[in-house]
């Protein structure tokens, strides 16, 4: 063993710019990063709140087209009912006949009834 220290007060002490060059490149990667998260947790923020307005315009608008589908579903049993009549009508008055046949009004086969065998 030496005597002598392992230090020398007559050297400069070692440069640490290595390190520091390599801090500053990450720094501003990690400043990029950071950035481009926030920005897309902002966007996504903004994009669920548009979804949820959406949700409620649909919402507010079926509810207003109910009434508006009831009206149509009475209409449309009104109407069958007259031309079912009409067909019934048709039977037995010429004029009934007349725009039966001049309309081409006809009735469909009740769906569960079973389909006439061809002869």
Sequence with gaps: ????????FNQPAASNSEGG??????????AAIA?????????VFKGH???RDTQVQYAKAYTQREALVKQSQD???KLQNLVLDLLILAK?????KAIVQKYN???NA????PAEAPK
């Design 49 to 51: 709140s548009g979804l």
């Design 110 to 113: 009740p769906e569960g009834a």
């Design 1 to 8: 063993m030496s005597s002598e220290p392992d230090y020398n």
């Design 92 to 96: 037995t008055d010429d004029d009934a």
């Design 75 to 77: 209409l449309q049993q």
């Design 21 to 30: 060059a390599l801090i500053i490149p990450f720094a501003l990667i990690t």
């Design 105 to 107: 009004i006809q009735q």
């Design 35 to 43: 950035v481009l998260m926030v920005a897309q947790t902002v966007n």
